[in-house]
């Protein structure tokens, strides 16, 4: 039983409206008690790690099947395209990207949020560092594969950002080859690779 359903229900049981309202309110503060203990549980309940989790589970291996048949270059391009859609397709990522800038800036919540955020920092590293030396990429000494990881994402969420509430069709020509040559000037940056030279990288 949906939500509504409980309200569509009171409604026709209780001929008296405020008596239904009043039901409504009773429900939450038997639940909860004050607004303070609903809104830490929504918080949890938001930034609980196992569907972002799941997000990635997916993507990560659909990401790399397409690799032994592109080059590095065609593939930072298909993992950009991949990531972003996946973002864009997710309604708790959209949600998640709309409520996180509202939450209280007690420790509370902002430790969930950072918790979440590590979280996906290292599947995100741990990834890089299982595709890239694929790709025949060793990291260059004093740099290391959570730094990468981390500017890759922060150029990801920006992406994101830009293209919440396009059409597809623009960004994916436009913002998706600005963010794809981001990265491959990274690339040069973490590995001893020129931009000349990247699609002369093969996945083995």
């Known amino acids: ?7 569509r229900h009171a409604a026709v049981m209780i001929e008296n409206l405020e008596s239904a309202d ?9 639940t909860w ?7 830490a549980d929504l918080i949890s309940y938001l930034l609980r790690p196992a569907p972002y989790m799941h ?10 099947a397409a690799a032994p048949t592109l080059t ?5 391009q298909h993992a950009a395209l991949m990531e972003l859609t996946s973002k864009l397709d997710d ?10 800038p509202t939450l209280p800036r007690h420790s509370a919540a902002q430790g969930k949020v950072a918790a979440l955020r590590d979280q996906r920092l290292l599947r995100w590293t741990a990834f890089y560092g299982q ?5 025949g990429l060793d990291i260059k000494d004093g740099k290391d594969w959570k730094d990468l990881a981390r500017k890759i994402v922060m150029a990801s969420l ?11 069709d623009p960004w994916e020509r436009d913002d998706m080859t600005c963010f794809s040559e981001l990265i491959l000037d990274l690339l040069s940056v973490f590995f001893d690779v020129k931009r000349s030279g990247i699609d002369g990288f093969r996945y083995s």
């Open 158 to 168: 920006g992406l994101y950002q830009r293209s919440i509430g396009k059409n597809r």
């Open 55 to 64: 997000r990635l589970d997916v993507l990560f291996p659909a990401i790399e």
């Open 131 to 135: 595709v890239f030396p694929r790709y």
């Open 33 to 39: 008690g004050h607004q303070g203990a609903f809104s």
């Open 1 to 7: 039983m949906k939500p509504v359903d409980l309200e």
């Open 22 to 30: 009043a039901l409504h309110v009773q429900r939450f503060n038997d």
């Open 91 to 100: 309604k708790l990522v959209t949600l998640h990207c709309a409520i996180i």
């Open 72 to 76: 590095l270059g065609e593939f930072v």
